[in-house]
């Protein structure tokens, strides 16, 4: 192309060439799912850097996940070319924490910090509660935790914090404490990567300029699912040229369970009346038929704008509607049709499993596994929480920083070397009289001083000290990998590993982790990474950022681990409510709106084809259930459907109980009496009410398959 920037443009429509290009100041681009708002953010950071000559240094880009940031990262450099390799991008909180290791003079922590994940905060609140003498059992250790998380999102330190109740009084009391053990630990929670950084700008003018100018350029992706803290990020870090450049959509907003409030998006247009807002209406990923089927989902929504989007592909496959008799078999249906999809040409990558909650990835896995279908689970059982992992984890993180308690706990005695929770609990009180952290205690044990842990486990103490304090002394010498299998050695570990599994079979799968563990090590001592960056890369590592191999497998995830993704064919299950909407959203006031974005969400990562799937009776914690569909599932139209329609079906409950007998399942069909004996009727009104049962009468697409049971085939819509 002639046109210098004809690269950069190239693929963009005028909208979204207006959004690259613009100059500075703040902009919000407000579009809906597909529009290319990654796209446009992407490119304009090119655009920065390539036309407008910005430094890549002073650009400051926040992605929401990891992965989406190595995705950008990765896009750039085909775009910009090693140029772009200064541009800081990642999340939030990998962000800061980069920043508050080079800053950590202007926070109360020391160089080293590390990082607690949700466990080692469930540890400290656990010790806080137990020092404050409060029962664990009558107040829920997870809960409290909770509270105090909500409390920092919204900048409420422990001094201002006010308990409305009893129970916020219990945590008004608790919450100090908590963070006088993480401050002693010199450990950072995620949340206070965000608090420290704003504390830190607040309170020092000369940091608070040196960042402002640093980074003089700021662009957020998925800016609806910023909460308070990180918009106060956002502005400081933006001020005071303003260049801010965020994109999102409010329809998309899925995280309010961790403070996230799209009124953010309502906040910026006050905060900053001059800022140019560019609409996107074009959506680029789905097919008439979904995006129709999403906007049927949405617009029931009260608190929204409603948005025109629309799309090129017009027409397309209709969704699939299926009622399966149970988890199970809801399983095997998406498997059996994922063999079909691919025996018709789309690849296993192309497909994606979604669902409402982390305990149902277990049946689709397990019919994965039955069907021979190669998968990829995002999230679940992660590997970050394995015992294997947590314990070598902890014991790079005391080499790192003797201080953090709760690691320095896990592995005093992991594996054993005779030091009991007596000797541990002296250890700790005494180092708790005299004033001295962990790593203090350790020196002065060392240096024979005086202390009151009786002459053996002093020197059991003394003996773990110098180990330590050798593993240290290698981290200056040697790669990360010797130090580990240095300390694997030291302690025994493998051995170890043999005592506390249960079969050869267990022990071989935790050996193989710690492979992987291993060779995440020799990976950062090639790429230069040192042990605290390291211990910081790890600590950010979430669920959505299960690392996707190149293989061609399916992908299983929760719907929250999906925004921003897409897949051309995309399966939602487990529509039933209690699960989607989630029982827990009816307490919370917009609980159910959140619920349907969710939904909203997941539907609008499908290019191609969508099926909805849910279950006649569904294995929960209180055993096997009858559940019902999706109130969500009524919104929408049957002309867009096929497979069961969404209405009322009057043969359908007769029809599978009569299957259901036929295959001798007395059990299943009992359970279908008992079922409309309860809910027929509410079922009946709420049909009626929404009239479902009449509109779109006539339409070709409604047929009446009754889902395949056991031993039949699935049949070809009716014509
Ligand atoms: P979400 O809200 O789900 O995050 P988004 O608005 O960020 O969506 P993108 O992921 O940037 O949308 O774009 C959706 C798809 O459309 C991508 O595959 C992208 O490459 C493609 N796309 C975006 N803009 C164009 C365009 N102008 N021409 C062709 N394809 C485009
Ligand atoms: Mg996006």
Known sequence: SDHPTGDLLAGLNDRQRAAVTAGGGPILVLAGPGSGKTRVLTRRIAYLINEMNIPARSIMAVTFTNKAAG???????????????????????????????????????????????????????????????IDTRKFNPRA?????????????????????????????????????????????????????????LHHSPVLQEKYQRKFAWVLVDEFQDTNTVQYQLVSLFGAPQNNIFVVGDEDQ???????????????????????????????????????????????????????????????????????????????????????DLRRRGYHYSDMAVMYRTNPQSRALERA?????????????????KR???????????????????????????????????????????????????????????????????????????????????????????????????????????????????????????????????????????????????????????TDADTKLTGEDRITLMTLHAAKGLEYPVVFITGLEDGLLPHFRSFDEPDGVEEERRLLYVGITRAMERLYLTYAFKRTTWSGSQAQERSSFLYDIPEDMTAGLPSGLNTDRSYQSYKQMTTWGNTRAAQDTERRNATSGLDRLRRDLQRGSATSNSGNKAVNSKIIPFPGSEPQPPAE
Request: glycine share 6%.
């Open 71 to 133: 995705e950008m990262r990765n896009r750039l450099k085909s775009l910009a070319g090693d140029r772009m390799r200064a541009v800081q991008i990642g999340t939030f909180h990998a962000t800061c924490a980069r920043i508050l290791r080079i800053e950590h003079d202007s926070t109360p922590y020391g160089k080293d910090f590390v990082i607690y994940d949700t466990d080692d905060q469930l540890n400290a609140i656990g010790q806080a509660m137990s020092e404050l003498n």
């Open 144 to 200: 409290v935790l909770g509270a105090i998380s909500s409390a920092k999102n919204e900048l409420i330190l422990p001094s201002g914090y006010v308990g409305q109740d009893y129970f916020g009084e219990i945590v008004s009391r608790v919450y100090p404490r908590y963070q006088a053990i993480l401050l002693d630990s010199n450990a950072m929670d995620f949340d206070d990567l965000l608090v420290q950084m704003v504390l830190a």
């Open 253 to 339: 907003s899925i995280y309010a369970f961790r403070g996230a409030d799209y009124r953010n998006v309502a906040r910026f247009r006050q905060d900053y009346p001059d800022a140019s807002v560019i609409l996107l209406e074009q959506n680029y990923r789905s097919t008439q038929v979904v995006l129709d089927v999403a906007n049927a989902v949405i617009s029931r929504n009260k608190h929204r704008t409603p948005k025109a989007l629309f799309t090129d592909k017009a027409g397309g496959e209709l969704i699939t509607l299926h009622e399966a008799y149970d988890d199970e078999y809801e399983a095997r249906y998406v498997m059996e049709e994922i063999d």
């Open 368 to 384: 994965c596994v039955d069907e021979g279908i190669p998968y990829t689970l995002v999230g679940g059982v992660g590997f970050y």
């Open 387 to 541: 015992r294997e992992i947590r314990d070598m984890l902890a014991y790079l993180r005391v080499v790192q920083n003797p201080d953090d308690r709760v690691s320095f706990a896990r592995i005093i005695n992991t594996p054993k070397r005779g030091i009991g929770k007596k000797s541990l609990e002296s250890f700790q009180y005494w180092a708790a009289d005299a004033e001295m952290s962990y790593g203090e205690a350790l020196i002065k044990l060392l240096e024979g001083a005086d202390n009151p842990l009786g002459a053996r486990a002093a020197k059991l103490f003394r003996d773990f000290a110098e180990q330590l304090f050798a593993w240290r002394s290698l981290t200056e010498a040697s790669t990360l990998v010797d130090l580990f299998d240095t300390i694997s050695s030291d302690v025994g570990y493998n051995l170890y590993l043999h005592e506390i599994s249960d079969n050869d079979l267990e022990a071989a799968d935790r050996m193989d982790n710690l492979s992987e563990l291993r060779g995440l090590l020799v990976q950062a001592d090639e790429d230069e990474i040192n042990l605290p960056e390291f211990l910081i890369d790890q600590a950010l590592m």
